[in-house]
C-alpha cells in the first residue's frame, strides 16, 4: 500500500517516484507523479514537480502543481489556475472527480482569494472565474507569503 510505504520511506518513495516519471506506462507515470507529488523533500523532487508542469496530460500537471503548493511553492498556482478550463475527470482519482474541480477545491484551500469561484458548479462557471485569477497571480503571484501554520498562500497588502 503506497500510503504505508510513504509512512515507512519517504525518501525511498520519492526516488522510487523520481526514477519512473519517463516510464512510457501511463497509468505507472501516473503513480511515480502522484507519488512525488505526496513525497517531494528533495531538491531534485521539487525541480522534477516544476518540470512536470509542462507535460501535456492535465492529472499529470494538476497532481505535481499539487505537489508544489502544499510544499509552500507557487509555482504550482498558474496550472490550478489554467485546470479551472478543464472538463475532464482525472485519471485515477476516486472518488472520482473533475480537474477543474480539483483545482477549484486547492485554489480556494492554499489562497485568501475566491473570485466567485466557490459558486462554480461546473467547468464552464469555473472558467468564468480565471480571467479574475490570472490578473491576481499576475498582479501578485511573486509577492505570496507562505503561511506555514495556516497552511496557505497569503496575499501581500
Do not use: C, H
Not at 46 to 75: F, K, N, Q
Not at 98 to 122: C, P, Y
Request: aromatic share 8%; proline share 6%.
Amino acid at each position: 500500500e503506497l500510503s504505508k510505504a510513504i509512512g515507512a520511506d519517504p525518501a525511498g518513495v520519492e526516488a522510487t517516484a523520481l526514477s519512473r516519471l519517463d516510464n512510457p506506462n501511463a497509468d505507472v507515470r501516473l503513480f511515480a507523479v502522484y507519488s512525488l507529488a505526496e513525497t517531494a523533500s528533495s531538491a531534485a523532487g521539487i525541480r522534477a514537480l516544476v518540470g512536470l508542469l509542462e507535460v501535456s496530460d492535465i492529472t499529470e500537471r494538476v497532481l505535481a502543481a499539487e505537489g508544489l503548493v502544499r510544499r509552500g511553492e507557487p509555482d504550482g498556482i498558474p496550472a490550478l489556475i489554467a485546470a479551472l478550463a478543464v472538463d475532464e475527470p482525472m485519471r485515477g482519482a476516486e472518488p472520482p472527480i473533475q480537474d477543474w474541480e480539483f483545482a477549484r477545491d486547492l485554489l480556494l484551500t492554499i489562497t485568501d482569494q475566491d473570485f466567485g469561484l466557490s459558486s462554480a458548479v461546473d467547468a464552464a462557471s469555473a472558467d468564468v472565474a480565471r480571467p479574475a485569477w490570472e490578473a491576481w497571480w499576475a498582479a501578485s503571484g511573486r509577492s505570496l507569503t507562505w503561511d506555514e501554520t495556516e497552511l496557505y498562500f497569503r496575499s501581500s497588502p
